[in-house]
């Protein structure tokens, strides 16, 4: 069964830092290109990253360049997203989700999100 | 960046009908249109992909249709496992954004 556990979230205020991971199970992990996708309290999806199944492609979405890194380690089967620079309007449900046929291709697993609340 | 806007942003339908639910994308994204299903408190789940396929599991009710920058979601009879929140999403684009819309909330008459 595949699994996605993210972990990591919580309060931390304007200007700090956050790393998020996501565990994954159930499926060849190095063979899947990952994404992290957020969804601010009572809004929609907003794609966030994009990582490459051996990591060597990576997009980012214009709200968050510049400021958060995403990757991954496929001997640990994980997935990660360092956030720096946090904004009020970071504050979301972060969720990663794989992307089955590599690049132009819709989230067919998704984990049970990490909520991150930016907040002095 | 493509805009997919949804509509309408709330539907009310009684449990057993049928109901329609509208994606429309800025610019042409072909049949590379996804469906998502979000009910409160749990992650989204994938619906319908290339625009029409059902994803594995879905029940034959959901139905997917349309291509170019017009689409559409039918659930023939509705059950009560279906009321939830709807987003359309263009996978079209490369590189990323993958756009979703705003959804559409799916709620009991």
């Known amino acids: 069964e595949v699994q996605l556990v993210e972990s990591g979230g919580g309060l931390v205020q304007p200007g700090g830092s956050l790393r998020l991971s996501c565990a994954a199970s159930?499926?060849?992990?190095?063979?899947?290109?990952m994404n992290w996708v957020r969804q601010a309290p009572g809004k929609g999806l907003e794609w966030v990253s994009y990582?490459?199944?051996?990591?060597?492609?990576?997009y980012y979405g214009d709200s968050v360049k510049g400021r958060f890194t995403i990757s991954r380690d496929n001997a640990k089967n994980s997935l990660y997203l360092q956030m720096n620079s946090l904004r009020a309007e970071d504050t979301a449900v972060y969720y990663c989700?794989?992307?089955?046929?590599?690049?132009?291709?819709?989230?067919?697993?998704w984990g049970q999100g990490t909520l991150v609340t930016v907040s002095s | 960046e493509i805009v997919m806007t949804q509509s309408p942003a709330t539907l009310s339908v009684s449990p057993g009908e049928r109901a329609t639910l509208s994606c429309r994308a800025s610019?042409?994204?072909?049949?590379?249109l996804a469906w998502y299903q979000q009910k409160p408190g749990q992650a989204p789940r994938l619906l319908i992909y290339?625009?029409?396929t059902r994803a594995t599991g879905i029940p034959a009710r959901f139905s997917g249709s349309g291509s170019g920058t017009e689409f559409t979601l039918t659930i023939s009879s509705l059950q009560s496992e279906d009321f939830a929140v709807y987003y359309c999403?263009?996978?079209?684009?490369?590189?990323?954004?993958?756009?979703f819309g705003q959804g559409t909330k799916l709620e009991i008459k």
């Open positions: 989700a794989r992307d089955p046929y590599g690049g132009n291709s819709p989230f067919d697993y």
């Open positions: 159930g499926f060849t992990f190095s063979s899947y290109e």
């Open positions: 990582i490459s199944s051996g990591g060597s492609t990576i």
């Open positions: 610019q042409s994204v072909g049949s590379n």
């Open positions: 290339g625009a029409l």
């Open positions: 999403q263009q996978y079209n684009n490369w590189p990323p954004p993958n756009t």
